[in-house]
Each structure stands twice: as structure tokens, then as C-alpha cells.
């Protein structure tokens, strides 16, 4: 067989404890190629990372080995510049594998090398998202295709308490379920808030830009949703609340907003988004006096036709307030564009305009961007959560219907964001210059914010960089950013070497927290190879570990009869097994018979107890106990026969009984032998194969009840 090696090389984080018997060994033999590569990839799930074939060698049309290396060995090259795009990557040259060659004599194969260490971390959690390992089972696919969920549309005096009974189950689930109800006289349903124990954890990383929309109706009753979002650490959107509101006055939204901060341990964020409501305004500045609050400019400038639709030139008009609004880089700057802009046009006396001028500071870029905004300037992200209800609720949905559909909703917000952050563990953009400054985001930032980093990066080849004046270690430079073929916007960058800081105009930094081109231009100016840490934020950092990850979103399951929970335990036990005899005739057969012999003992006990039922502590209620009704009297003649019998009466009637009990305890016997049968074969697919010495065998485990549950 040769000499076989183990290489072994200085792992970069100790693997996570595995059963030996899954581990690769030199000297492990299989019946075929594809059991070992199967091996390999079970134990590739249980360490936390994927594998791929590098290559096979063949002699003919037979297959003589075969090397199976882990999904980052080697390193990748994209064919297009990294200065026009970057794809991630998964290649760390990782020197993990095995390599499989056939025994001609024996017929099987052997695994002859094996390295287990990698040179990277291997993450046992996120081990399901990599393609390799995402794998649905028969019945689930099934499932899948012929069944959708279907929520009951219950009538409207059911509505609200199915409602209330919802809440009472996730609370139940959950003691840090929140939920609040304000209820009218008639106990109609006036406000209602609720948040999952998840929203709640993520408040405490996301916690520091909210926006809040009331533009959607969702059901019946005419009820105004109004959904908390934040931007978590990939910038997705991620649901901190949802709201449910009869009307939209001030009381009502101070109401809300207390009952949201209550929840949300007394913390206010510090920038609060909503649309142009002077009811929210009022409601905010009661309720968080300190949160900067902002309007969306989306709506603003959506109003624009309708408001001045009547002036001659409206399109010139529109033009020219966006150019003022958008391209005013200083607060003067803008005051002075709009008065001009309002003389120009003649717009001087035009009170939506004045009134906007006068909230200016709560809607214009200028005077907001020196607040951290998490990229945000609009509740767009608040209408994409709606948007999203919208697939599935019409005007007469019913209430349990619009929260089955918010569970879905924090489902698939959770799942983005977990693939995200397997995405970032498992790959790696490459940078798209030779910069150390980049390579500092690329080690630091999520894969999405590291674009943004980019894009920056890209951006300062239009820049221009020259300085103004300088004076011990500080120094006033002028950026000029081509635009357009004609066109340069000048910018001032200061940058102060002994403190290691840099200030520019263009306020990207400071409301969305990343390293603008300005800056970026000037420190290469300034040979600068490491920018300070605090120009990298943790919050979006791909390193922290945050505790809302750990934490699975609200879902409401529905209340089951024993007989329905019998029902699928039976079918949870009998998938591995159907899967399992169908890949085959003989398998099939197998089952068929084992089938018609349990079906054929069933329809027996079924018969002879005919006539009869059982009320168990299992399934008893206080409604089937009440229906219990007694038995009727038998009326007899004379008196009831009492007496001991004589001696061979006794010694006939034992005889009888241990002849009865001799059947019975055959019987059995045969009964527990076809029900192991049924057993071993039924967990036969569930993850148990192992492998031992020189040949596979198979054990089988039956899955435990537990093994299918969702715990928070």
C-alpha cells in the first residue's frame, strides 16, 4: 500500500471539538469514491467549513485517485482589475485535505493523506451557510412544494382575541416578548406595540439612528402600521418594533413613543428619521427631547410638482431647488442659494416654501450630516418593510394575519443577515489598491461597508490635491473633485499630524461613518500608511461579537391536539426512512413488507379493541371530562353471587389464565421484535453513519424529540 503521512502545519485557531470516529485517518477505507467523499463532508460540517475536489486522476475511464481540499485552498485571481471591481474571495491558501486512491485487489478505497489544520478559523455555527452544506431532505422539499401556510381568516369578533392569545404564546416563549395594548371603552383595540426579544438585543448595537413610517395601511380595520427600523452592521435594515394605531394624533404618537422607549430599557437613539408629520414633531420633542430630529427629504421632494405645478417653468423650478439643496456645502452657502433661488423665480411670497426654509435645519443635508445617520436621509427603509407586507395583506386581512406576516418579515431580516455574516467569514474582498489604508477596511469592515470603503478609494483619482498652508504639523489643504468633464467642487481638508486627525467639509465621515475620498486624497498626500482607530468604527465592525446573533427571531407555531402531535412525531420518525428504502428496489420492498406486517398487527388490536375508547392524563381536558356520563345500573334478581368457589373452580381458572398470559407474552415478543425493525430502519439517514477500521458501517440513532425545536 505504500507509506502513508499525516502533515500537520501551526493552526490559526484551535479546531472545535470533534468525535474521533469522525475525524479522517491515514488507513481509512470505504466501499466507493463517493462514501469518502461524503465522510469528508460530514466532517467538514461538523468543524465549520466546506470542501471541494482539486482534482482526480484517471487512467482510461477509471478513476485511480482523487484529492479533496478545503473550499479556501489556493488563491484566486480575478480577471477583471481590482481597480474597476472586487469580487470576494475564499482562497487563503489552506493546505486542509485528504487524498483517496483506489485497492485494485480489494476493490475499495483508502484514504493515504490526511491534513486536518487550516489557515484560518473554522466556525462550527455558520457551517450551514456555505452552498455545499445547504441540504433539504425529501420530505422537506416536498413539503415545500405542496403545502403553503395558510393563516386562518377568523371573524371579527375572533380577531382580536386570537390577537391578544398571539402575544400570550410569544411571551410565553419568551419572557422578553414585549407587548402593550391601549384599549378603548368598548376594549377595541385604540394602540398596540409590540417588539421579540431579538429586536430588543439588536437596540442595543443599532440603537443609534431610527426611522419611523406611518404611511401604510394593513388590514380591516383601517388600523396605521408603523414599523421602528434601524441599519445593522451590513447597512440592511432591521426591524426594532412595530406599531399598530387607530389614529395618528399627538396623544396617540406619545403614547407609542414612551411605550417604545420603555421597551427599549429608557434609551433614546440619537437621530430620529420620520416623514413631514407635525404631529410626530410635536410627539418627539415631548417624548426624546435630546434625539436630533429629521424629516425625509424623499417626501419633501416628491411634493415639489404638486406644490408648484402652478408657476410657470416648474420644471426649471424643481431643477434649480435641488441643485440648491443637494450642492450647498456650507450653512451660508445655502442661505444665500435660496434667497437667490426664491427671487429668481419669484417665489418670495410662496408659504410651503417659507415654511420649509423656516424647518430647514430638520430637513436640509447641510445642517444635519454633522450627526451620524448610518447613511440614512429617508424613511425608504421603513417603506421597504412595508412593501414587503404588501405581497401578502390586503385592506381585509385580519390582525392575526398581518402578525403572522411581521414574523416572516423578522425571519427574513434575520436570515440576510446571518448569510451576510457567514459571507464575511468565510471570504474575503480583495482590495482594489496597494494601499495599507485599505487593507486596515478590509480587515476591519463588513463586506458591504468595505464596498463603500472602495468606492471611496476609486473616487480620489478624480481628486486634486494642494496645499494651502502648513505650520507646525498642521496643515490646510484644497481638494478639488472633478465632477464633470468642466466641472471641479473644491473642498478644505485640515490635517493635524501630531494628533493624527484629519477634517473635511464634505461631512461623509461624520454622517455615515465612512473615510471620504477628500481625506483619503490628502493622507496619501501626507505618505500617512495606518489611519487612527477611530476613523474605523466599530459599528461596522465584522469582528464584534453581538449577542442579538445568538438570539432566533419571534414565530408563532400553532397549538397542537395530542392526536395531531402524535401524528407528526409518527411522520418525523418514517421521513429518514422513506428516504432511505427509496433508493432502491429492494429497500423499497423491504419496507413494504415491514409495512404490511405492522399495518396487519395494527387492524388486529384495532379490532379487538372495537367498541371501546380511553381518555388518558395526557390528552384530558376539563370539556371531555365534563361530557363523561355515567354508567347505566343493572338491575338483577336476587342476590349478587358472592362466593369463593370450591377448589378445582380456583385450580381450572389458574390453568385458563396461565395458558391466556403464554399467548400474550408471544404475542408481544413478535410485536417488539417488528417494532425495533421498524426503529433501526427509521433512523437509518439521520446523520449516523460512521465509519470504522478498514469499512463503513452504519448505526443508527432515533432523533430525539428535541431535535427539530427553534429555542431563543
Known amino acids: 500500500m505504500g507509506v502513508f503521512t499525516v502533515l500537520t502545519r501551526c493552526i490559526v485557531q484551535p479546531l472545535s471539538v470533534v468525535d474521533d470516529e469522525l475525524v479522517p485517518k491515514v488507513g481509512m477505507t470505504f466501499t466507493t469514491l463517493e462514501d469518502a467523499g461524503k465522510f469528508y463532508r460530514n466532517y467538514a460540517k461538523v468543524?465549520?467549513?466546506?470542501?471541494?475536489?482539486?482534482?482526480?486522476?484517471?487512467?482510461?475511464?477509471?478513476?485511480?485517485?482523487?484529492?479533496i481540499t478545503c473550499s479556501r485552498e489556493g488563491k484566486w485571481k480575478s480577471k477583471i482589475s481590482p481597480t474597476e471591481k472586487t469580487n470576494p474571495t475564499a482562497g487563503l491558501n489552506c493546505l486542509a485535505r485528504i487524498y483517496i486512491h483506489t485497492l485494485k485487489d480489494v476493490g475499495a478505497w483508502i484514504i493515504s493523506k490526511v491534513v486536518l489544520d487550516h489557515s484560518h478559523p473554522c466556525c462550527p455555527s455558520k457551517a450551514e451557510m456555505p452552498k455545499q452544506h445547504r441540504e433539504l431532505s425529501m420530505s422537506i422539499r416536498r413539503t415545500i412544494e405542496n403545502n403553503e401556510e395558510a393563516v386562518r381568516n377568523v371573524s371579527e369578533q375572533e380577531d382580536a382575541k386570537?390577537?391578544?392569545?398571539?402575544?400570550?404564546?410569544?411571551?410565553?416563549?419568551?419572557?422578553?416578548?414585549?407587548?402593550?395594548?391601549?384599549?378603548?371603552?368598548?376594549?377595541?383595540?385604540?394602540?398596540?406595540?409590540?417588539?421579540?426579544?431579538?429586536?430588543r438585543a439588536a437596540f442595543?448595537?443599532?440603537?443609534?439612528?431610527?426611522?419611523?413610517?406611518?404611511?401604510?395601511?394593513?388590514?380591516?380595520?383601517?388600523?396605521?402600521?408603523?414599523?421602528f427600523v434601524g441599519v445593522n452592521h451590513h447597512g440592511q435594515s432591521t426591524l426594532l418594533g412595530c406599531s399598530l394605531m387607530k389614529n395618528e394624533k399627538i396623544e396617540s404618537f406619545k403614547w407609542l413613543f414612551q411605550c417604545w422607549l420603555h421597551c427599549m430599557g429608557g434609551n433614546a437613539p440619537k437621530g430620529f428619521l420620520t416623514d413631514q408629520c407635525a404631529s410626530m414633531?410635536?410627539?418627539?420633542?415631548?417624548?426624546?427631547?435630546?434625539?436630533?430630529?429629521?424629516?425625509?427629504?424623499?417626501?419633501?421632494?416628491?411634493?415639489?410638482?404638486?406644490?408648484?405645478?402652478?408657476?410657470?417653468?416648474?420644471?426649471?423650478?424643481?431643477?434649480?431647488?435641488?441643485?440648491?439643496?443637494?450642492?450647498?456645502h456650507i450653512k451660508d452657502s445655502f442661505d444665500r442659494n435660496w434667497n437667490d433661488f426664491l427671487l429668481n423665480f419669484g417665489l418670495a411670497d410662496n408659504k410651503w416654501l417659507s415654511d420649509l426654509y423656516e424647518d430647514r435645519h430638520i430637513w436640509v443635508p447641510i445642517y444635519l450630516d454633522h450627526h451620524f445617520w448610518a447613511g440614512m436621509r429617508s424613511t425608504q427603509r421603513s417603506e421597504s418593510m412595508h412593501s414587503f407586507f404588501n405581497k401578502y395583506i390586503t385592506r381585509n386581512s385580519s390582525l392575526i394575519q398581518f402578525v403572522k406576516q411581521y414574523d416572516n418579515c423578522l425571519e427574513s431580516r434575520e436570515q440576510a443577515e446571518r448569510e451576510s455574516d457567514a459571507a464575511d467569514f468565510h471570504t474575503v474582498i480583495p482590495c482594489a489598491t496597494k494601499s495599507s489604508i485599505e487593507a486596515q477596511f478590509q480587515d476591519a469592515y463588513t463586506h458591504a461597508k468595505f464596498r463603500e470603503v472602495q468606492a471611496q478609494f476609486r473616487g480620489k483619482a478624480n481628486c486634486i490635491t494642494r496645499l494651502k498652508n502648513s505650520a507646525l504639523g498642521y496643515s490646510i489643504y484644497e481638494v478639488r473633485e472633478q465632477v464633470s468633464s468642466s466641472i471641479f467642487n473644491k473642498f478644505a481638508v485640515t490635517y493635524d499630524s501630531v494628533a493624527a486627525e484629519v477634517k473635511f467639509q464634505c461631512l461623509l465621515f461624520e454622517s455615515r461613518g465612512i473615510l471620504c475620498r477628500h481625506a483619503l486624497s490628502v493622507l496619501s498626500f501626507e505618505q500617512v500608511s495606518q489611519v487612527s482607530p477611530r476613523y474605523i468604527l466599530e459599528r461596522w465592525s465584522k469582528k464584534v461579537k453581538r449577542r442579538h446573533t445568538h438570539i432566533k427571531s419571534s414565530h408563532d407555531e400553532p397549538l397542537m391536539e395530542p392526536s395531531s402531535k402524535r401524528f407528526d412525531q409518527l411522520v418525523f420518525r418514517s421521513q429518514n426512512i422513506c428516504e432511505f428504502a427509496s433508493e432502491s428496489e429492494e429497500l423499497t420492498a423491504i419496507l413494504h413488507r415491514a409495512y404490511d406486517n405492522v399495518m396487519a398487527e395494527m387492524e388486529s388490536l384495532k379490532a379487538k379493541r372495537k367498541g371501546t375508547s380511553s381518555l388518558s392524563h395526557e390528552d384530558a381536558k376539563l370539556e371531555s371530562v365534563n361530557e363523561l356520563q355515567s354508567l347505566p345500573r343493572i338491575r338483577t334478581r336476587g342476590r349478587p353471587k358472592n362466593r369463593l368457589g370450591s377448589k378445582l373452580e380456583k385450580?381450572?381458572?389458574?390453568?385458563?389464565?396461565?395458558?391466556?398470559?403464554?399467548?400474550?407474552?408471544?404475542?408481544?415478543?413478535?410485536?417488539?421484535?417488528?417494532?425495533?425493525?421498524?426503529?433501526?430502519?427509521?433512523?437509518?439517514?439521520?446523520?449516523?453513519?460512521?465509519?470504522?477500521?478498514?469499512?463503513?458501517?452504519?448505526?443508527?440513532?432515533?432523533?430525539?424529540?428535541?431535535?427539530?425545536?427553534?429555542?431563543?
Open 47 to 67: 468543524v465549520g467549513f466546506s470542501t471541494r475536489v482539486r482534482c482526480t486522476n484517471r487512467k482510461g475511464n477509471e478513476i485511480k485517485n482523487q484529492l
Open 162 to 199: 386570537e390577537f391578544g392569545k398571539y402575544f400570550l404564546r410569544m411571551k410565553g416563549k419568551n419572557p422578553n416578548f414585549f407587548f402593550e395594548l391601549e384599549l378603548e371603552e368598548d376594549q377595541s383595540i385604540k394602540l398596540d406595540f409590540w417588539a421579540d426579544a431579538r429586536s
Open 281 to 328: 414633531k410635536r410627539a418627539l420633542e415631548a417624548c426624546m427631547p435630546t434625539t436630533v430630529h429629521r424629516w425625509c427629504i424623499w417626501h419633501i421632494m416628491k411634493k415639489i410638482p404638486s406644490k408648484l405645478n402652478g408657476y410657470k417653468g416648474h420644471a426649471d423650478i424643481e431643477q434649480e431647488m435641488s441643485h440648491v439643496v443637494w450642492n450647498s
Open 651 to 712: 385450580q381450572i381458572a389458574n390453568a385458563t389464565k396461565k395458558k391466556k398470559t403464554k399467548v400474550l407474552s408471544e404475542l408481544m415478543c413478535e410485536c417488539y421484535i417488528q417494532i425495533n425493525l421498524f426503529d433501526a430502519a427509521s433512523a437509518a439517514h439521520s446523520n449516523s453513519s460512521q465509519y470504522q477500521g478498514h469499512v463503513m458501517n452504519y448505526q443508527f440513532r432515533v432523533p430525539a424529540a428535541g431535535d427539530n425545536s427553534l429555542g431563543v
Open 204 to 227: 442595543e448595537y443599532f440603537r443609534d439612528v431610527i426611522s419611523f413610517d406611518t404611511t401604510y395601511n394593513t388590514n380591516r380595520y383601517n388600523l396605521v402600521c408603523g414599523s
